[in-house]
Nanobody
Framework: QVQLVESGGGEVQEGGSLRLSCADS????????MGWFRQAPGKEREFVSAISWSGVHLYYAKFVKGRFTISRNKVQNTISLEMNSLKPEDTAVYYCAADKSPPSDWYRATTGDLEVWGQGTLVTVSS
């Protein structure tokens, strides 16, 4: 069974950095795209970033471009999200996701559109 496990969330001051990681404990996602979504209190879940199974193609939401960097370790079946220059509005639960569909289609994806989701990790940015 495929399982995604996120780690790296926490509390940071505005302008600080955090690194999120997502591991595929089932080691079965070799040909899946993987990515990150987030959900702030009272808001819909939204796309943050994604990476193709090859690790070549990267996708970012406009509001994080230039601040966040996604990467993939194909040997370990993990992805990471390096988050810099964090803002209070980045406060949310961050979810890892994986699916066989092209990550270029994920900008408007909802929970039911992608096959695998992690449990989420909370990121809190204080001003």
């Amino acid at each position: 069974q495929v399982q995604l496990v996120e780690s790296g969330g926490g509390e940071v001051q505005e302008g600080g950095s955090l690194r999120l990681s997502c591991a595929d404990s089932g080691r079965t996602l070799g040909n899946y795209g993987m990515g990150w979504f987030r959900q702030a209190p009272g808001k819909e879940r939204e796309f943050v970033s994604a990476i193709s199974w090859s690790g070549v193609h990267l996708y970012y939401a406009k509001f994080v471009k230039g601040r966040f960097t996604i990467s993939r370790n194909k040997v370990q079946n993990t992805i990471s999200l390096e988050m810099n220059s964090l803002k209070p509005e980045d406060t949310a639960v961050y979810y890892c996701a994986a699916d066989k569909s092209p990550p270029s289609d994920w900008y408007r994806a909802t929970t039911g559109d992608l096959e695998v989701w992690g449990q989420g990790t909370l990121v809190t940015v204080s001003s």
